[in-house]
C-alpha cells in the first residue's frame, strides 16, 4: 500500500474533477475491500466542498479513523501467572519469526520471556526458532521430534510457571487454514494449556503477509473459528505488499493490528500506531 497515496495523489492533484469510480478501483487494488472501498468513497463523495487536491489528506483520514486510538496491547502479567500468547498462521507468513521478535520487543522492556516451539511438524521452524532464541537471548522450550504440539506447550507453560516467566509464547505449526485436522489441534492446545491455569491463553495473535492481499482476510476468519484472536501482525511491511489487509481485518472483524514486521533486523518489529502506519502509506 505504500504506493497508494503516491498514485492518489498523481492522478488526482492536477485534476479539479475526482474520478469516484476510479478512486474505488483503487482503493479495492489498495487490499481495503470492496465493502470498505466503497464505503470510503461514499464517504468523501458526501463531504462538502472537497476537491482533487485535498483528496489524498482526506482519504487518509478517514483510513486512520477505521482503526482504534490506541493499538491492542498483551494482558499485563501478574506474580507465578505468566500470560500466555499464541502465535498463529500459515506457513511462510513470518509466524516463528514474529514470535521471537516479540519476544526480543518484550525482553527488552524488562520482561522475562520463554518460548516455546510447538511447530513440531517441520524440523526447520524448531531449529529457526533456537537460532532466533539464541541470537537474541531468549530461554527457549523445545519437546522431542514429532512430539504432540499440545503436550510441548503443555510442558512449556509448566516451565514458564516454575521459573517465574512473564511471558510464554508458543510458536505453534504453520497451517493451511482449509486443513481442518490441523486447525482443530489448535482448539486441543488451548484445551491443553488451560488445565494448568483456566484463563489461558490468555492472547492469541495470527500472523498475515501484507504481500498476500484479500487471502489474509480468510485466513483470518478460518482460524478464528478454530481460535479466537484477539489482535494481528502484520510481516513483510517493507515489501511490495500494499499493507491494506490491516484496513480489511479491522473492517470485517473488529480485529485490530498489534504489529507491525518491517525488515528482516530483529528490531524491525513495532508496535501498531494508526498514525505512523497511515502516513507510511504515502
Not at 512430539?147 to 516467566?165: F, L
Amino acid at each position: 500500500m505504500a504506493g497508494f497515496f503516491k498514485k492518489l495523489f498523481s492522478k488526482f492533484s492536477k485534476s479539479r474533477n475526482i474520478d469516484w469510480d476510479e478512486l474505488e478501483a483503487d482503493l479495492v487494488t489498495a487490499d481495503l475491500g470492496i465493502k470498505r472501498a466503497m464505503s470510503i468513497a461514499d464517504q468523501l463523495r458526501d463531504s462538502k466542498g472537497l476537491d482533487a487536491e485535498h483528496l489524498v489528506d482526506s482519504t487518509k483520514e478517514v483510513i486512520r479513523q477505521l482503526f482504534p486510538a490506541q493499538a491492542p496491547k498483551l494482558p499485563a502479567p501478574t506474580p507465578g501467572k505468566p500470560v500466555v500468547v499464541l502465535i498463529v498462521g500459515v506457513n511462510g507468513t513470518g509466524k516463528t519469526t514474529s514470535a521471537a521478535k516479540l519476544g526480543h520487543l518484550l525482553q527488552k522492556q524488562g520482561h522475562s520471556v520463554l518460548l516455546a516451539a510447538a511447530d513440531t511438524f517441520r524440523a526447520a521452524a524448531v531449529e529457526q526458532l533456537q537460532s532466533w532464541a539464541t541470537k537474541l537471548n531468549i530461554p527457549i522450550y523445545k519437546g522431542a521430534p514429532q512430539q504432540d504440539p499440545a503436550s510441548v506447550c503443555y510442558e512449556a507453560h509448566n516451565k514458564a510457571i516454575r521459573e517465574g516467566a512473564n511471558y510464554l509464547i508458543c510458536d505453534t505449526a504453520g497451517r493451511l487454514h482449509t486443513r481442518h485436522n490441523l486447525m482443530e489441534e489448535l482448539s486441543k492446545i488451548r484445551r491443553t494449556i488451560a488445565k494448568q491455569d483456566e484463563t489461558a491463553p490468555h492472547y492469541t495473535m495470527i500472523v498475515v503477509d501484507a504481500t498476500t492481499g484479500a487471502n489474509a482476510l480468510s485466513q483470518a476468519k478460518e482460524f478464528h473459528k478454530a481460535t479466537p484472536l484477539d489482535s494481528v501482525i502484520i510481516t513483510k511491511m517493507d515489501g511490495s505488499g500494499k499493507g491494506g489487509v490491516a484496513v480489511a481485518i479491522m473492517d470485517d472483524m473488529k480485529i485490530a493490528p498489534a504489529f507491525l514486521g518491517t525488515g528482516e533486523g530483529s528490531d524491525d518489529f513495532e508496535p501498531f500506531d494508526r498514525d505512523r502506519y497511515v502516513d507510511s502509506l504515502l
